[in-house]
């Protein structure tokens, strides 16, 4: 058993039962998902750069990403209908604990200047939305196969409708908000 998994199931769910004064175990809020997304706008000139960062991508999250493709034509970007656009990766189960760990005892402590995760990335609904400048915050990712940097978006789902009930749940988990 993972032990982020054990963490949840023995401390976390029945000290948030308590506190939130929940009735049942499955009204407790958990992890659902966590994505991962990246967005190419220079993939309309280069075919190439999607391969790159595919790898990069693949590195990062542990799992194979798959290409995002616009949906429509606009003209004045020279982008049609169906290019690809982005990648993202989808991560449950014992990658995406996996995942969080990496981001929050590695990843995030090494940035520069960081105070802790601000309480405005939550969105209506219970979810945490990440962004990062570049992908180089990764230690995961060699610095010479880098050949720009690029930003990329982590979204952590939670079960929680309640935007306290999931800031809650992802303290206990060890995400470092700002105080």
């Given at each position: 058993m993972h032990n982020l998994l054990k963490k949840y199931q023995e401390i976390v769910r029945p000290k948030l039962k308590?506190?939130?004064?929940?009735?049942?175990?499955?009204q407790v809020p958990g992890l659902v998902k966590i994505v991962v997304n990246m967005g190419l706008n220079d993939a309309i000139n280069n075919k190439?750069?999607?391969?790159?960062?595919?790898?990069q991508l693949r590195i990062i999250a542990g799992q194979e990403p798959s290409v995002t493709k616009s949906r429509k034509a606009i003209s004045a970007f020279k982008l049609r209908k169906g290019m690809p656009m982005g990648l993202?990766?989808?991560?449950?189960?014992?990658?995406?604990?996996?995942?969080?760990?990496?981001?929050?005892?590695?990843?995030?402590?090494?940035q520069r200047d960081f105070k802790g995760i601000a309480d405005k990335g939550f969105d209506s609904q219970g979810n945490l939305n990440l962004g990062f400048k570049e992908q180089t915050i990764f230690?995961?990712?060699?610095?010479?196969?880098?050949?720009?940097?690029?930003?990329?978006?982590?979204?952590?789902?939670?079960?929680?409708?309640?935007?306290?009930?999931?800031?809650?749940?992802?303290?206990?988990?060890?995400?470092?908000?700002?105080?």
């Open positions: 308590k506190e939130f004064d929940l009735q049942n175990d499955l190439g750069i999607i391969d790159k960062v595919i790898k993202k990766v989808t991560l449950r189960g014992t990658r995406m604990l996996d995942f969080w760990e990496k981001l929050v005892k590695i990843v995030l402590p090494r230690p995961d990712l060699e610095y010479d196969q880098i050949d720009k940097a690029r930003g990329l978006e982590i979204t952590v789902v939670t079960s929680s409708t309640d935007k306290s009930q999931a800031k809650r749940l992802l303290e206990e988990l060890g995400m470092p908000f700002k105080k």
